[in-house]
């Protein structure tokens, strides 16, 4: 398996939701992403999880709350959105951090729409 | 991480070469510049990395000057498929996280 799957394709929720966003991989990668993706615009990062720990928070406002409940899966809860941070959420694994920009996987990603 | 420049974007017709440069003055000796290419609504995929003068590989080629400060992705005979956003990254093979630049998103026209 050298895919990273995300699910949902796609979700709504309304500012007073809760939703989470899943992440799996079992390709043995010890690193994971989050990355947001506006339209027209580049992927920007959200958080590095390097063996299952929070490495890299690039100061995320705290609605987007991040998970790593073992190795192979990595979860990103939502709480309170605003409709600004409609967006594409790209999960990407690695096999370990520091082992090369060539490395990575993308999911497809999560089609976020905040009404 | 390097600052890279990239044109916004580029048109071409099927079967052409295609050759997207990037500029990157200030890339320092330890890192490398690696290209990675996203179509709508997926994630990007890893295209191709190199160090110095030239790699190829079955999808694309990449050519580095010897003063590194720029390079460029050269696409052969592209299809209608190729139409995609190339980003172009330059950082050390240490680097615990990418970081991605504006990119050039390129329309192959029929």
């Known amino acids: 398996d050298t895919e990273v799957t995300q699910t949902p394709k796609h979700l709504v929720m309304g500012m007073t939701n809760k939703k989470s966003l899943k992440c799996e991989q079992h390709?043995?990668?010890?690193?994971m992403y989050w990355y947001k993706q506006k339209a027209k615009k580049p992927p920007e990062l959200m958080f590095v999880y390097s063996y299952e720990k929070l490495s890299i928070n690039e100061s995320v406002p705290s609605r987007f709350s991040p998970e790593c409940p073992n190795s192979s899966l990595l979860n990103l809860h939502l709480h309170a959105l605003q409709p600004e941070d409609s967006a594409l959420y790209l999960c990407a694994s690695s096999q370990a951090p520091g082992q090369g920009a060539d490395g990575y996987t993308f999911g497809s990603g999560t089609r976020l729409t905040v009404v | 991480l390097a600052k890279t420049t990239q044109p916004i974007s580029m048109d071409s017709y099927e079967g052409q070469e295609v050759n997207i440069t990037c500029s990157h003055n200030n890339i320092a000796t330890n890192d490398y510049i690696t290209w990675y290419q996203q179509f709508p609504s997926q994630g990007p995929r890893f295209i191709i990395q190199g160090y110095k003068t030239k790699v190829t590989n079955e999808v694309a080629s990449l050519f580095i000057p010897a003063d590194r400060k720029s390079s460029t992705l050269s696409l052969p005979r592209v299809s209608l498929s190729d139409t995609a956003v190339y980003y172009c990254l330059v950082g050390e093979r240490r680097d615990d996280k990418i970081i991605f630049g504006k990119g050039t998103r390129l329309h192959i026209l029929p």
């Open positions: 390709m043995g990668h010890r690193a």
